[in-house]
């Protein structure tokens, strides 16, 4: 399925012009920020259609005749392409506000055919735009929006939802479009991932660049307990649903999650170009927690922490081994673990938000360099 970039002109390709809002001449127009080089590297290395879309008020009328309007968008457009930005479509409306034609920003009315196929990608598309109707662009659309946010009144009078009903559209809130081809670039860690046997049905969902979202039902509290950690302080989202034969014993459901896991990392982190590779972190209280940890392709696991309680919760401390040892198996890294301390909650616990702090530092990538941490040429 095809991904679109539905990309305000007004305000995001080249300035707004208050208070008129018309660039009706040449004297009036000036590009926006670094969208040449920008918007001119996601033309090149990302997988978008770009679709240019506009509310031009009463273009062809008397107060914005269309021969005061061409030449200038034409002089953009030229501009644009000559930097290898190609628009598959330009959509413009024409009509006054106060008019509510389903054509005109935020309605849908000129882009139906991006909507309900099987052709383009909704979903994973995003509306990129300068005023809060692009926004609401994006909810009605069923994608996400790119707030290039330089006044939230702007567009205010013509949506109907109320600003914190469209902020879970807003995937990224800036003023650069430098933020933009980073965020668009560094996007794409997320996958879906379903593990079945015998003792064990689990579904994870999995985004390495995430902000530290946590769904977490393993049927152990502790457990899930733990497993947040990970979501919160390595800033990723986690979602993960284990039904396991917990009627025998905790053993299959802990080691498969860590399988499980493992593996949805080792799937999300398949392109390893850019990133760090390498994460260590050294967490504090009276519980001193050292994880170091290596993405590069070969597991093994170092475990220095001894645990004096049988269960800590619901979970059994022999357990904390064999989970970060199936993680380790399944994702394909080197993880070396010690802790020391008196607490033994505080001890698992550090050792969890160690392991979280050390895998944000080695996902951790550069969307300006496509080099691969290795001098064997392959991870």
């Given at each position: 399925?095809?991904?679109?970039?539905?990309?305000?002109?007004?305000?995001?390709?080249?300035?707004?012009?208050?208070?008129?809002?018309?660039?009706?001449?040449?004297?009036?127009?000036?590009?926006?920020?670094?969208?040449?080089?920008?918007?001119?590297?996601?033309?090149?290395?990302?997988?978008?259609?770009?679709?240019?879309?506009?509310?031009?008020?009463?273009?062809?009328?008397?107060?914005?005749?269309?021969?005061?309007?061409?030449?200038?968008?034409?002089?953009?457009?030229?501009?644009?392409?000559?930097?290898?930005?190609?628009?598959?479509?330009?959509?413009?409306?024409?009509?006054?506000?106060?008019?509510?034609?389903?054509?005109?920003?935020?309605?849908?009315?000129?882009?139906?055919?991006?909507?309900?196929?099987?052709?383009?990608?909704?979903?994973?598309?995003?509306?990129?735009?300068?005023?809060?109707?692009?926004?609401?662009?994006?909810?009605?659309?069923?994608?996400?929006?790119?707030?290039?946010?330089?006044?939230?009144?702007?567009?205010?009078?013509?949506?109907?939802?109320?600003?914190?009903?469209?902020?879970?559209?807003?995937?990224?809130?800036?003023?650069?479009?430098?933020?933009?081809?980073?965020?668009?670039?560094?996007?794409?860690?997320?996958?879906?991932h379903i593990r079945k046997t015998n003792e064990t049905n689990i579904e994870i969902e999995l985004n390495v660049?995430?902000?530290?979202?946590?769904?977490?039902?393993?049927?152990?509290?502790?457990?899930?307990?733990?497993?947040?950690?990970?979501?919160?302080?390595?800033?990723?989202?986690?979602?993960?649903?284990?039904?396991?034969?917990?009627?025998?014993?905790?053993?299959?459901?802990?080691?498969?999650?860590?399988?499980?896991?493992?593996?949805?990392?080792?799937?999300?982190?398949?392109?390893?170009?850019?990133?760090?590779?390498?994460?260590?972190?050294?967490?504090?209280?009276?519980?001193?927690?050292?994880?170091?940890?290596?993405?590069?392709?070969?597991?093994?696991?170092?475990?220095?922490?001894?645990?004096?309680?049988?269960?800590?919760?619901?979970?059994?401390?022999?357990?904390?081994?064999?989970?970060?040892?199936?993680?380790?198996?399944?994702?394909?890294?080197?993880?070396?673990?010690?802790?020391?301390?008196?607490?033994?909650?505080?001890?698992?616990?550090?050792?969890?938000?160690?392991?979280?702090?050390?895998?944000?530092?080695?996902?951790?990538?550069?969307?300006?360099?496509?080099?691969?941490?290795?001098?064997?040429?392959?991870?």
């Open positions: 399925m095809k991904k679109v970039l539905f990309i305000d002109r007004d305000g995001t390709i080249i300035n707004e012009v208050p208070p008129t809002y018309q660039i009706d001449s040449f004297e009036k127009l000036q590009f926006y920020p670094q969208v040449f080089r920008y918007l001119g590297l996601i033309a090149a290395e990302l997988d978008y259609e770009l679709v240019m879309v506009t509310n031009q008020d009463g273009l062809g009328t008397s107060s914005f005749p269309e021969e005061t309007f061409w030449p200038v968008q034409n002089f953009i457009m030229d501009c644009l392409k000559q930097e290898g930005i190609v628009f598959n479509e330009v959509c413009i409306d024409k009509s006054f506000p106060e008019q509510h034609l389903p054509t005109r920003k935020p309605g849908t009315g000129m882009l139906q055919k991006y909507m309900n196929n099987e052709v383009y990608d909704m979903a994973n598309s995003f509306v990129i735009g300068d005023r809060i109707t692009d926004v609401q662009l994006a909810k009605n659309l069923g994608c996400k929006a790119i707030w290039l946010n330089s006044d939230e009144s702007l567009g205010s009078a013509e949506i109907s939802d109320e600003m914190n009903v469209l902020i879970p559209t807003i995937a990224l809130k800036t003023l650069e479009w430098r933020d933009i081809y980073s965020f668009l670039k560094l996007s794409n860690r997320s996958v879906k660049d995430g902000s530290g979202v946590a769904h977490i039902h393993t049927g152990l509290g502790f457990f899930d307990h733990m497993l947040e950690q990970i979501a919160r302080h390595g800033k990723m989202d986690i979602s993960i649903s284990t039904k396991g034969d917990l009627h025998i014993d905790e053993h299959h459901t802990i080691e498969d999650t860590g399988i499980a896991l493992g593996e949805a990392f080792a799937l999300a982190l398949h392109d390893k170009r850019g990133m760090e590779r390498y994460g260590f972190a050294l967490p504090m209280d009276e519980a001193e927690a050292k994880v170091l940890i290596d993405f590069g392709g070969r597991s093994w696991l170092v475990w220095d922490a001894e645990f004096k309680r049988e269960k800590i919760g619901d979970m059994p401390t022999e357990m904390f081994f064999h989970f970060f040892k199936s993680f380790s198996d399944a994702a394909k890294c080197n993880l070396n673990i010690a802790c020391k301390g008196t607490n033994e909650h505080h001890k698992i616990e550090a050792i969890f938000k160690a392991f979280a702090k050390a895998m944000k530092m080695a996902v951790k990538r550069d969307p300006f360099n496509n080099y691969l941490p290795s001098t064997k040429g392959v991870l």
